[in-house]
């Protein structure tokens, strides 16, 4: 898995490329809870690459959501791929997160 992490005016943008599963899940939540830590107001995460995701990914997830919601902030889900978004569907976190078509529209919302 490759995180690439980009600020930008109002914002922080994360792209994720490749598997977040038990093995690289981690290094993921380090970097979602170091952005709850600085308490960043917005993230957008761009999941556009991810080609697959596990139970630890969604998990991570859930609990950099419930952090940022803890001080206001908003994590955002950007450019879902069709076999993640099945993942989000089945299990209700359609509902729960922001998920948009683009960074853009996220950003403007």
């Keep these: 898995m490759k995180i690439d992490t980009t600020v930008h005016s109002g914002y922080t943008a994360i792209s994720i ?4 599963d038990m093995y690289s899940s981690p ?11 600085k308490k960043e107001a917005i993230v ?3 999941l556009k690459d991810v080609k697959y995701i596990d139970s630890s990914g969604i ?5 950099a959501l419930k952090k940022m919601l ?6 955002k889900m950007a ?6 978004m099945e993942i989000f ?9 922001d998920i948009y078509g683009s960074i853009e529209d996220a950003a403007n919302s």
């Design 17 to 20: 490329a490749g598997e977040i």
């Design 44 to 46: 957008i995460i761009n």
């Design 89 to 97: 569907n089945f299990s209700k976190l359609d509902k729960v997160f």
């Design 59 to 63: 998990a991570t997830f859930v609990e």
């Design 27 to 37: 290094a993921l939540r380090d970097t979602l809870l170091t952005m709850a830590k």
């Design 70 to 75: 803890s001080y206001g902030g908003k994590l």
């Design 79 to 84: 450019q879902v791929p069709d076999r993640v």
